[in-house]
């Protein structure tokens, strides 16, 4: 629906296209308008979610009064256009120009990947050309592996939808065309990082130019059942759909022409717990553990079926329900809604994508959240928006967006939000309270403490001055913060003061879901059951615990998305054992399946009664979203109430901060092949000389009782004295780190 | 020959030969005189005469009319269906399967099962190839949908064996790369037509 391009004026129109009458809106290009009335004309380079290219020329019209043909990808229709799609002259133009596309084109149809799929293949069909009438001297075009994709230059059809996606969508700016007429070709700038995001470029690949190298040669597109679902990593919810073959997922596509999916979400897909069967023994001592056990604990790895189910047991037995991460995200939210007067956040990704200034706080975006990050720099590219990062660490994948960053040290987050709320809302009329609490800040001490100066919180309250269109995200560095609190209160102000498009980006997994589902407590008593944590009693869908639970590819059920909304998610490999739902029907709380909870989700949280089956789950033909159903934002009490600022407890030498590596999230993404990731403590040279470490020694240190054994490595790219430490290879306790992300290195090295 | 004659579905008209059998006996009396007739004339050393005659031919001058069954085999039909052969390129001995997949798409018992893989080469490599025998009705599809030529029906028509899999596994149908000179194009289905070289365009890569 690109309204990105569209400055829409609202003013309504009415053209005329094949003798059809249309009202419409001043602003729309011809063809966008002719696709909202299913006015079918042909096109090889459009892609809808990026500015038009305009490379094939497939999409001409002749328009009445106007001399040739024009692009209808291009060209905005007026008011009483009258519009032609198809004549004899624009047959003939479009049967030239794919005349033109097979020249030379290998006729390798019977081995290439995207035969059955390809564009080329079936506009060449559409338009009759029969042989390959021209020719060209051919030249030497050698395949290319480019790590998770390859490309084969002699396929490629130069539609620069790759280059394009790679620029405005995700933002790695790896692709570039190299021009030189008959012989340009794409090339990888920067085939060192290997960026799993060019399986995005990959996915809008019209022929089989550019296809994921797991992928490649391994079956034929035709013979894949495709299973919509959506993707379980982070919170995202992204829309995918398995591609399965003799109960095998051979690949992840997404509905590339609306959507966008990580690298995560297209490679991450073989977790699945496989060759499990009923044992009903284990099964028999699970019943006992949740008859003798005070607790349930479990990760955000889980559905909001299953999140009910647990609230259900929890409702009939009293058992207090453990999940840390959600629990802080409850808190914070609940924070967050008694200053907002409303349940859940304003913004969303579109949102995030139109608009002009946006702040970054707490999360390391391109690690934490990939799709936002997308979004983002979709805004950075069509609007040019200023993008303020702060955080205490610098991220040089984000250097082609960020226009400011402001840095601040670790544990500083309440100082710096109080600093950037006062700065922002100089201006604004508030109530009184409010007003006489950003009045009492001792900025100077604040500022001196966090580090962030006053000069450059100005800079960015000036870049806002001229502008509309504000979107804050918040990372889950404040969730587990100790004040987290305290400052989801002071960044809401900005919400409903200054009207922020604002977006709490949600901890990995469905922690959402479960933050509005589960009456969570905060810690675990007596005899505890753990689902995908250890615990007394271990459920685990890695198939290492005392019972096999399904993993999220093996269960349906829907997931809440940290765009608002509850997606439904499908079976795409079978499974075998029990599930959560025979042991809770064991246990007296009988629905025969896990999806009959779906329309039981509680109302008061915004959820709607609609039964699994009745979820739809599609775009339609102009990219506007029918997945699932966007959820109610609720009423909450309103209590804008501050507290002082505590004081700053800084972080003195060296510091680790939990962030796994791009494209993983959990124990599950690290049982992923196609995800490789070695996983150390990468830390800069600085920190090797505060902590006198050596590059490649290993050490040993704990963090919320986890036994860390890693080596450190040195990564002349970052500055400061904070490490990056992953927790994604640490299986089921990795959901035991709850505790804030930045923490002090207390170590020993190995062996001694 | 036309085809005519075999359209032609009036049994009645055509010419067909009546052979001269010669009257049955009727009564009791003719059948005794017949049985007596047969007995004194010696019929039976013609007929031991004749099998004498064969049995000299065979022992002395070396010409029988019996094949000796496992040990010979009589020719069959080019165009006869029985266990698949892969074939390979005689130039560079590689086999010729480019792996595509139609024949296991096409294959109507569904017996057919392929893998494929992305070689170190950069090319599609057939990774896994097996063909049901217990299923396959030797139909010829996977050789006719084979743009290749690469599988083929083959003149292996005897189908025992203590394991199926003894038939199925892709080495054992591709031709010996040492007995490459024996390969033989296939005449069968699915075959190049007689005048293939009629149909034959030049490419537009010639320059």
């Given at each position: 629906?690109?309204?990105?391009?569209?400055?829409?004026?609202?003013?309504?129109?009415?053209?005329?296209?094949?003798?059809?009458?249309?009202?419409?809106?001043?602003?729309k290009t011809i063809l966008e308008i002719a696709r909202e009335h299913e006015v079918y004309i042909p096109t090889m380079c459009y892609l809808t979610k990026v500015?038009?290219?305009?490379?094939?020329?497939?999409?001409?019209?002749?328009?009445?009064?106007?001399?040739?043909?024009?692009?209808?990808?291009?060209?905005?229709?007026?008011?009483?256009?009258?519009?032609?799609?198809?004549?004899?002259?624009?047959?003939?133009?479009?049967?030239?120009?794919?005349?033109?596309?097979?020249?030379?084109?290998?006729?390798?149809?019977?081995?290439?990947?995207?035969?059955?799929?390809?564009?080329?293949?079936?506009?060449?069909?559409?338009?009759?050309?029969?042989?390959?009438?021209?020719?060209?001297?051919?030249?030497?075009?050698?395949?290319?592996?480019?790590?998770?994709?390859?490309?084969?230059?002699?396929?490629?059809?130069?539609?620069?939808?790759?280059?394009?996606?790679?620029?405005?969508?995700?933002?790695?700016?790896?692709?570039?065309?190299?021009?030189?007429?008959?012989?340009?070709?794409?090339?990888?700038?920067?085939?060192?990082?290997?960026?799993?995001?060019?399986?995005?470029?990959?996915?809008v690949c019209p022929v089989g130019a550019l296809v994921d190298t797991s992928f490649k040669y391994t079956t034929n597109a035709w013979e894949l059942e495709k299973?919509?679902?959506?993707?379980?990593?982070?919170?995202?919810?992204?829309?995918?759909?398995?591609?399965?073959?003799?109960?095998?997922?051979?690949?992840?596509?997404?509905?590339?022409?609306?959507?966008?999916?990580?690298?995560?979400?297209?490679?991450?897909?073989?977790?699945?717990?496989?060759?499990?069967?009923?044992?009903?023994?284990?099964?028999?001592?699970?019943?006992?553990?949740?008859?003798?056990?005070?607790?349930?604990?479990?990760?955000?790895?889980?559905?909001?079926?299953?999140?009910?189910?647990?609230?259900?047991?929890?409702?009939?037995?009293?058992?207090?329900?453990?999940?840390?991460?959600?629990?802080?995200?409850?808190?914070?939210?609940?924070?967050?809604?008694?200053?907002?007067?409303?349940?859940?956040?304003?913004?969303?990704?579109?949102?995030?994508?139109?608009?002009?200034?946006?702040?970054?706080?707490?999360?390391?975006?391109?690690?934490?959240?990939?799709?936002?990050?997308?979004?983002?720099?979709?805004?950075?590219?069509?609007?040019?928006?200023?993008?303020?990062?702060?955080?205490?660490?610098?991220?040089?994948?984000?250097?082609?967006?960020?226009?400011?960053?402001?840095?601040?040290?670790?544990?500083?987050?309440?100082?710096?939000?109080?600093?950037?709320?006062?700065?922002?809302?100089?201006?604004?009329?508030?109530?009184?309270?409010?007003?006489?609490?950003?009045?009492?800040?001792?900025?100077?001490?604040?500022?001196?403490?966090?580090?962030?100066?006053?000069?450059?919180?100005?800079?960015?309250?000036?870049?806002?001055?001229?502008?509309?269109?504000?979107?804050?995200?918040?990372?889950?560095?404040?969730?587990?913060?100790?004040?987290?609190?305290?400052?989801?209160?002071?960044?809401?102000?900005?919400?409903?003061?200054?009207?922020?498009?604002?977006?709490?980006?949600?901890?990995?997994?469905?922690?959402?879901?479960?933050?509005?589902?589960?009456?969570?407590?905060?810690?675990?008593?007596?005899?505890?059951?753990?689902?995908?944590?250890?615990?007394?009693?271990?459920?685990?869908?890695?198939?290492?615990?005392?019972?096999?639970?399904?993993?999220?590819?093996?269960?349906?059920?829907?997931?809440?998305?940290?765009?608002?909304?509850?997606?439904?998610?499908?079976?795409?490999?079978?499974?075998?054992?029990?599930?959560?739902?025979?042991?809770?029907?064991?246990?007296?709380?009988?629905?025969?399946?896990?999806?009959?909870?779906?329309?039981?989700?509680?109302?008061?949280?915004?959820?709607?009664?609609?039964?699994?089956?009745?979820?739809?789950?599609?775009?339609?033909?102009?990219?506007?979203?029918?997945?699932?159903?966007?959820?109610?934002?609720?009423?909450?009490?309103?209590?804008?109430?501050?507290?002082?600022?505590?004081?700053?407890?800084?972080?003195?030498?060296?510091?680790?901060?939990?962030?796994?590596?791009?494209?993983?999230?959990?124990?599950?993404?690290?049982?992923?092949?196609?995800?490789?990731?070695?996983?150390?403590?990468?830390?800069?040279?600085?920190?090797?000389?505060?902590?006198?470490?050596?590059?490649?020694?290993?050490?040993?240190?704990?963090?919320?009782?986890?036994?860390?054994?890693?080596?450190?490595?040195?990564?002349?790219?970052?500055?400061?004295?904070?490490?990056?430490?992953?927790?994604?290879?640490?299986?089921?306790?990795?959901?035991?780190?709850?505790?804030?992300?930045?923490?002090?290195?207390?170590?020993?090295?190995?062996?001694? | 020959?036309?085809?005519?004659?075999?359209?032609?579905?009036?049994?009645?008209?055509?010419?067909?030969?009546?052979?001269d059998v010669g009257v049955s006996p009727q009564t009791g009396m003719e059948r005794f005189k017949q049985v007596a007739k047969r007995t004194v004339k010696g019929?039976?050393?013609?007929?031991?005469?004749?099998?004498?005659?064969?049995?000299?031919?065979?022992?002395?001058?070396?010409?029988?009319?019996?094949?000796?069954?496992?040990?010979?085999?009589?020719?069959?039909?080019?165009?006869?269906?029985?266990?698949?052969?892969?074939?390979?390129?005689?130039?560079?001995?590689?086999?010729?399967?480019?792996?595509?997949?139609?024949?296991?798409?096409?294959?109507?018992?569904?017996?057919?099962?392929?893998?494929?893989?992305?070689?170190?080469?950069?090319?599609?490599?057939?990774?896994?190839?097996?063909?049901?025998?217990?299923?396959?009705?030797?139909?010829?599809?996977?050789?006719?949908?084979?743009?290749?030529?690469?599988?083929?029906?083959?003149?292996?028509?005897?189908?025992?064996?203590?394991?199926?899999?003894?038939?199925?596994?892709?080495?054992?149908?591709?031709?010996?790369?040492?007995?490459?000179?024996?390969?033989?194009?296939?005449?069968?289905?699915?075959?190049?037509?007689?005048?293939?070289?009629?149909?034959?365009?030049?490419?537009?890569?010639?320059?």
């Open positions: 629906m690109s309204q990105h391009n569209s400055i829409n004026k609202g003013k309504a129109i009415t053209v005329t296209i094949d003798g059809q009458k249309i009202q419409s809106t001043f602003g500015q038009p290219i305009g490379a094939c020329r497939m999409c001409v019209v002749e328009v009445e009064g106007v001399e040739g043909m024009i692009l209808s990808c291009q060209e905005k229709a007026t008011d009483g256009a009258v519009i032609r799609t198809n004549n004899q002259a624009l047959h003939q133009e479009r049967q030239n120009i794919m005349k033109l596309y097979n020249v030379n084109h290998p006729l390798e149809c019977g081995v290439c990947d995207k035969s059955g799929e390809c564009d080329l293949q079936n506009k060449t069909m559409e338009f009759g050309v029969a042989e390959q009438a021209f020719t060209a001297r051919d030249q030497h075009r050698p395949i290319e592996n480019w790590g998770y994709v390859s490309y084969d230059p002699s396929l490629c059809i130069m539609c620069e939808k790759c280059v394009r996606v790679s620029t405005e969508i995700t933002g790695d700016e790896a692709l570039k065309v190299k021009f030189g007429g008959y012989g340009s070709t794409i090339v990888n700038t920067k085939p060192e990082q290997n960026y799993a995001s060019l399986g995005e470029a990959a996915a299973i919509p679902s959506a993707c379980p990593h982070c919170g995202g919810g992204c829309q995918m759909t398995y591609e399965v073959k003799n109960n095998k997922i051979y690949r992840v596509t997404n509905a590339y022409e609306f959507t966008n999916l990580c690298g995560a979400g297209r490679y991450g897909f073989d977790y699945a717990n496989e060759g499990v069967t009923q044992d009903k023994e284990a099964f028999s001592h699970a019943i006992e553990a949740f008859q003798t056990a005070k607790s349930i604990h479990f990760s955000s790895q889980i559905s909001n079926e299953e999140a009910m189910i647990l609230q259900t047991l929890k409702q009939t037995k009293g058992y207090r329900l453990i999940s840390h991460e959600a629990r802080a995200y409850q808190k914070f939210m609940d924070a967050y809604s008694s200053v907002t007067g409303k349940s859940l956040y304003s913004g969303s990704l579109e949102e995030i994508a139109q608009s002009r200034v946006i702040i970054v706080m707490g999360s390391r975006l391109n690690d934490d959240a990939p799709s936002v990050k997308y979004h983002i720099n979709m805004a950075s590219k069509w609007h040019r928006a200023r993008v303020a990062y702060m955080h205490p660490i610098e991220d040089r994948e984000l250097s082609g967006i960020v226009t400011q960053f402001i840095k601040y040290e670790a544990g500083s987050e309440e100082g710096v939000a109080a600093l950037l709320v006062s700065e922002l809302l100089q201006a604004v009329e508030l109530p009184k309270g409010v007003r006489s609490f950003l009045d009492d800040l001792d900025i100077g001490n604040l500022s001196a403490e966090s580090n962030v100066g006053e000069e450059e919180l100005e800079m960015l309250s000036n870049s806002l001055q001229k502008k509309s269109g504000f979107s804050l995200v918040i990372g889950s560095d404040l969730y587990a913060h100790p004040q987290a609190e305290q400052i989801a209160k002071i960044l809401a102000l900005l919400e409903t003061f200054a009207d922020f498009n604002v977006v709490c980006v949600p901890p990995a997994g469905n922690a959402m879901g479960i933050s509005l589902i589960c009456d969570l407590d905060d810690e675990a008593e007596g005899y505890t059951v753990g689902y995908n944590v250890p615990a007394d009693f271990t459920l685990s869908a890695l198939g290492d615990g005392d019972l096999d639970m399904p993993a999220m590819n093996q269960q349906e059920g829907t997931l809440t998305t940290l765009n608002k909304r509850v997606v439904p998610m499908h079976v795409a490999l079978p499974y075998g054992g029990y599930t959560l739902n025979d042991i809770a029907n064991a246990l007296g709380v009988v629905e025969e399946y896990t999806i009959d909870y779906t329309p039981l989700l509680p109302q008061e949280r915004g959820f709607q009664s609609v039964a699994f089956d009745d979820l739809p789950d599609y775009f339609d033909s102009v990219g506007r979203e029918y997945r699932g159903y966007p959820l109610r934002r609720i009423k909450a009490s309103v209590d804008r109430k501050f507290e002082e600022i505590t004081e700053i407890d800084g972080f003195d030498g060296a510091v680790v901060y939990q962030c796994n590596p791009t494209e993983q999230f959990s124990a599950f993404t690290a049982k992923c092949d196609a995800l490789k990731s070695e996983s150390f403590l990468v830390g800069s040279e600085q920190f090797a000389t505060a902590t006198k470490l050596q590059d490649g020694e290993q050490i040993i240190y704990t963090i919320d009782g986890v036994v860390f054994d890693r080596v450190f490595k040195i990564d002349t790219s970052m500055k400061g004295t904070i490490a990056l430490n992953p927790t994604y290879d640490k299986g089921l306790s990795g959901a035991l780190l709850s505790s804030y992300r930045f923490s002090r290195l207390d170590f020993k090295r190995a062996g001694r | 020959m036309g085809l005519e004659q075999f359209k032609n579905r009036n049994v009645g008209t055509q010419n067909y030969k009546t052979l019929e039976l050393f013609v007929g031991l005469g004749v099998v004498m005659k064969a049995m000299v031919k065979a022992l002395f001058a070396d010409d029988m009319h019996t094949v000796k069954y496992p040990f010979e085999k009589m020719p069959i039909s080019p165009r006869y269906r029985a266990i698949h052969d892969m074939l390979r390129l005689l130039e560079s001995g590689h086999y010729r399967c480019i792996g595509c997949g139609l024949c296991e798409k096409i294959c109507i018992s569904n017996c057919i099962t392929m893998d494929t893989r992305y070689d170190e080469n950069q090319r599609k490599e057939v990774s896994e190839y097996t063909i049901n025998f217990g299923r396959c009705i030797f139909c010829g599809y996977c050789a006719e949908v084979c743009p290749e030529l690469a599988i083929v029906h083959g003149q292996r028509y005897e189908t025992a064996s203590e394991q199926r899999a003894s038939f199925s596994i892709f080495e054992d149908m591709l031709s010996p790369v040492d007995q490459l000179n024996l390969q033989q194009e296939y005449q069968g289905f699915g075959a190049v037509s007689p005048n293939a070289d009629e149909n034959i365009k030049q490419t537009p890569l010639a320059y």
